[in-house]
């Protein structure tokens, strides 16, 4: 059994992973840090925001393939990936403009990539029930 939605927010998830963890890695050799970060709020918040999108992605990504695997209507599971992704690029855009800081986009990223879990793991328990 294959799961291509999944499989296609997890690409991405991964284009996105790749590309945050560049910018740190940029960092990291700019302030020669092997660990950590220094001062510079830029430097933190790439760190905060490859660290923020791995904390946040597997159990998307797994209630997405689950939710899949177990006949949640396919139409759930691509509204709820879309969301996941939209608020994960929010996310980051937001902690790039806000430097680590407030930021609006910010915001609307956190409570995108939240209702998504929420919504993902209603609907798997449901299904599941």
Do not use: C
Request: hydrophobic share 50%.
């Amino acid at each position: 059994m294959i799961i291509p939605l999944t499989a296609v927010y997890a690409s991405i998830t991964g284009f996105l992973m790749l590309f945050l963890a560049y910018r740190v890695s940029t960092f990291r050799l700019k302030y020669k840090k092997g660990m950590g970060f220094t001062e510079d709020r830029d430097f933190e918040s790439a760190v905060r925001s490859h660290g923020n999108l791995t904390e946040y992605a597997p159990i998307t990504l797994i209630l997405l393939g689950v939710g899949e695997l177990n006949g949640v209507d396919t139409q759930w599971v691509y509204l709820t990936g879309l969301a996941f992704i939209a608020g994960r690029l929010l996310h980051a855009w937001g902690m790039h403009k806000g430097r680590g800081g407030p930021h609006p986009t910010r915001l609307v990223g956190i409570l995108l990539n939240w209702l998504a879990i929420l919504v993902m793991a209603v609907l798997v328990l449901v299904n599941a029930l």
